[in-house]
């Protein structure tokens, strides 16, 4: 876990970024208190250990490859997500349901108060202080040192990625990367963009309008819950710290994952 200290950051993007949607507006400011983060995705191995200790039950359907395209597969879970993976590469096929179960499990096992980051939390943690699109800069192109992104490997390795849109640059990961692999933003956090898209706490509203300023989670009468920053397999569109999508609380994703917060004493 890293602490990441109180400070404020203006949350979402201004209009002149490229690739940005109405979503990200408006532009807020946002002031929050110190909480820690997990340096890195919660892995396939802590993951494991849950399910194993706590006779934890996923659901057996998963949205993954099939041939060329993106499809829900049943048979697809965790611990088969239709590519090699090692106990070091991020947990994926999760849902938001699981992360929150797998946070519940972690407190009760340590005392501490671990739980999903807010979106505004993962978004000043992303940044790292910085105003750019992504922690590294403005240019899509230099994601490779940084982040496991759509790029020319995946392309060469990948069905159907030749139709994607690409990162103009070769990361050496055709689907995930074990956690840590590419450099840390300011804050000593890994793969806050790229590699998997992470959940966060709250539910999706398609505006900041009436937002909290304090960094609390934002709760919501709809059932979507927000993920954010990017995947192995996102365009440069994608992996931005702004960028928001939205998915129902039971699906999953062979290119989604998590990683926890922790209250701070």
Same mark, same amino acid.
């Given at each position: 876990m890293v602490v990441i200290p109180a400070g404020s950051f203006d949350m979402g993007s201004p209009d002149s970024e490229n690739s940005r949607n109405d979503d990200e507006g408006p532009v807020h400011r946002v002031k929050l208190t110190a909480f820690a983060l997990g340096k890195t995705e919660v892995t396939r191995g802590q993951f494991s250990a849950f399910v194993r200790r706590s *006779? !934890?039950?996923?659901? %057996? *359907?998963? +949205?993954?490859?099939? #041939?060329?395209r993106f499809e829900e597969q049943s048979g697809r879970n965790w611990r088969d997500i239709g590519f090699l993976q090692t106990t070091e590469h991020p947990a994926s096929c999760v849902s938001w349901n699981d992360a929150k179960a797998y946070a519940n499990w972690l407190t009760h096992k340590t005392g501490k108060? !671990?739980?999903l980051s807010s979106e505004a939390e993962w978004e000043y943690a992303a940044r790292g202080n910085s105003a750019s699109a992504r922690y590294w800069g403005d240019n899509p192109d230099e994601a490779c040192g940084f982040a496991n +992104?759509? %790029?020319f490997t995946a392309q060469t390795k990948v069905p159907g990625a030749s139709f994607w849109l690409l990162h103009q640059c070769t990361d050496g990961f055709a689907y995930s990367a074990p956690v840590g692999s590419f450099k840390p933003n300011a804050f000593g956090l890994y793969d806050m963009l790229g590699n998997v898209t992470e959940w966060t706490e709250d539910s999706y509203h398609d505006s900041y309008q009436n937002a909290p300023l304090d960094g609390s989670?934002?709760? #919501?009468n709809t059932s979507g819950r927000v993920l954010r920053g990017g995947s192995w397999n996102s365009s440069p569109n994608l992996v931005r710290a702004a960028r928001r999508c939205v998915n129902r609380p039971d699906e999953r994703f062979s290119f989604v994952g998590f990683r926890v917060a922790r209250i701070l004493p």
């Open positions: *006779k !934890y039950i996923t659901g %057996d *359907k998963c +949205v993954t490859l099939n #041939g060329s108060p !671990y739980r +992104v759509a %790029d989670a934002w709760q #919501g």
